[in-house]
């Protein structure tokens, strides 16, 4: 009896261990929260106390589904001014359109345009803030435009000596870097620092990168200071919780952004004006394929697309699993256009080139190059470019 009571004891401590072992593995193995930047008040909020605050943000600007702009007004901030990117302050215009000045309605702050005539906000208007704070979504791609008006109010902020104060949060593609560092001559609005298509960087880090290795006009620097993402590094995926701009409405939009952008300089369809834009590519012959959908008018994403009301004939790829730099897509369908419309994909090369930061890209397409040439064409570059980032990152690979 007694040996049956001792054996019946050991029974329930071995498993009360290996339930204990199995709670310690599943509590240690369960990832921490990512706490953005713009989520750590306590952080910052000393920063702007008693300041006249400009804002560069918009509609991701958002501290657990509220808006920056409200909750530093319910904290007593003095907000000054907003100043409003490609999209708009709300994130609901064209890529493109024009930005108007006005008043937020919710707010009553005064919002100044930066993306339209003026890039850069005027001596005058910096002259009545004492810091500009920056909280904008980007997705890790040179010509999204957020990263340029961001180097233009940097560059605005060292000429007046006002204070730049970021607010960091993830790289949904930060897990990549490739594609050809840009080459000056083809510098422009979606192309204005020495970086590949995918940098590997947050927000703060290219801050950090543009003041440290003097890109901003005149060699300025200004005085930045960036508020950390908790418990980020580049390896992990994102989902964000926002959308970044109207034709990138999902994850798997992020993902396929840096590789369909090529088709903004073709007459072909990447779904702008559908429900899955930069999720689909299409044309107007029904040799294509099978899959098909038509352009509409969508107001405050795509008033006007490519082929609007025409069937488009083409790739569904709203389940593929596949990020980075895919040149396969733009390759392939040069290789379609050349057999069925006897002449190149590519009918925008002006435009090819600054979405590529280079020309060898396009020439190397038309020249019918493989993918593993063209990418060769970059490799050199593209080292260089990780030595350097090394000196700016702020989280681990």
Known sequence: MKKSIYLI?????????????SDKKEIKEKPLEIITGAQQLSEYI???????????VNQTSQIDGIHLVDSLQNLGVHLEMIFAPEHGFRGNADAGAHVKDGIDQKSGVKIFSIYGKNKRPAPELLQQVDIVLFDIQD???????????????????AEANVPFLVLDRPNPNGMYIDGPVLNEKFKSFVGMHKIPILHGLTVGELAKMINGE????????CDLTVIKVKNYDHSMAYSLPVKPSPNLPNDQSILLYPSLCFFEATPVSIGRGTDF???????TNEKLGEFTFTPRSIKGAATNPV???????????????????????????NKKFLSMEQKSVISKEKWMDLLCGTDQVRVMINEGKSIEEIKLSWIEELDIYKTLREKYILYHD
Do not use: N
């Open 46 to 56: 000393d920063l702007l106390k008693g300041k006249k605050v400009g804002l560069l």
């Open 214 to 221: 003097k890109w901003l006009r005149g060699e300025r620097t």
């Open 277 to 283: 834009p930069f999720q689909v590519i299409g044309y």
């Open 9 to 21: 004891f050991m029974m329930i401590s071995l498993f009360s261990c290996e339930v204990s072992s």
């Open 307 to 333: 082929l609007k009301g025409e069937e488009c004939f083409g790739q569904d790829l709203r389940t593929i699993k596949k990020g980075g730099l895919d040149l396969s897509y733009i390759v392939d369908w």
């Open 139 to 157: 997705v890790g791609c040179r010509f999204y435009t957020y990263i340029s008006s961001m180097h233009y109010m940097m560059e605005a902020c």
